[in-house]
């Protein structure tokens, strides 16, 4: 048995205050009959309707946080503010760990999920999904950095990069592709061609694109198209 507000929200379409307005409006059934409270214990087989619909348990939740800076891509840390302080309790609650890290100081697309299978299956390198980055540098870019980001690299520290894509935008702008996420791997490798990052967003997961009506520090569930075309 769990109470029906816990039940609703861990869906991650309503708050706990939105269903308990849902039941106070009668909107929220429980087995055909109006629910009494938003404290009513439902049985997990009840069927639960909301405004006649019913109400089916999401296996597992997708949430898009456009990634403000300043903010841990961490799920706790006893001194700093991670991406998890940024969602409600009711997605907290389920477990949700960020797909991938994002720097502190770097902006742009957060996947958090509870479907592990998913997260493995966008960060392995083998499974090439591509990760795209706008980058702005000190410095002027040239087509010789181009071509050794598609020769891939090795880093002072010894460090492998596979063959990347860069895009030069403009003389200090450019988009970044990359398959595998090691530590700190864009500023490395603009580092290593001599061009160091000053900002750094990430725009897109395989065929995921941050959703730009979503100010930094704002997040939305993903729609089902969306996580159809992560393969989910
Ligand atoms: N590469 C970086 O250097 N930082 C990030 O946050 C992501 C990729």
Redesign the pocket.
């Known amino acids: 048995m769990e109470r029906l507000d816990k039940r609703l929200s861990s869906t991650g379409r309503w708050t706990r205050r939105e269903v308990k307005e849902l039941v106070r409006r009668g909107q929220v059934t429980v087995d055909g009959r109006p629910a009494a409270s938003p404290e009513e214990k439902v049985d997990e087989r009840a069927v639960v309707c909301v405004s006649g619909e019913a109400v089916a348990l999401e296996r597992f939740l997708y949430v898009m946080l456009h990634k403000p800076s300043g903010v841990l891509?961490a799920t706790e840390d006893p001194r700093q503010k991670t991406v998890l302080d940024l969602l409600p309790p009711e997605y907290r609650r389920r477990g949700l760990s960020p797909v991938?890290?994002?720097?502190k100081?770097?902006e742009g697309l957060l996947l958090l999920t509870d479907d592990g299978a998913m997260s493995h299956r966008l960060t392995s390198p083998r499974s090439h999904v591509d990760?795209v980055?706008y980058a702005r540098v000190s410095g002027v870019l040239q087509e010789a950095d181009r071509q050794s980001f598609a020769a891939g690299m090795v880093l002072g520290d010894g460090l492998h990069c596979r063959s990347a894509s860069l895009e030069i935008l403009s003389s200090d702008e450019c988009l970044?592709t990359?398959q595998e996420?090691?530590?700190?791997?864009?500023?490395?490798?603009?580092a290593a061609v001599g061009k160091p990052?000053v900002y750094?967003k990430?725009l897109s997961i395989g065929a995921l694109r941050l959703d730009e009506a979503l100010a930094p520090g704002a997040f939305r569930l993903l729609t089902p198209e969306e996580i159809a075309l992560l393969g989910g």
């Open positions: 891509s991938g890290r994002l720097d100081d770097t990760k980055y970044v990359l996420g090691k530590f700190h791997q864009v500023k490395r490798m603009l990052v750094l990430r």
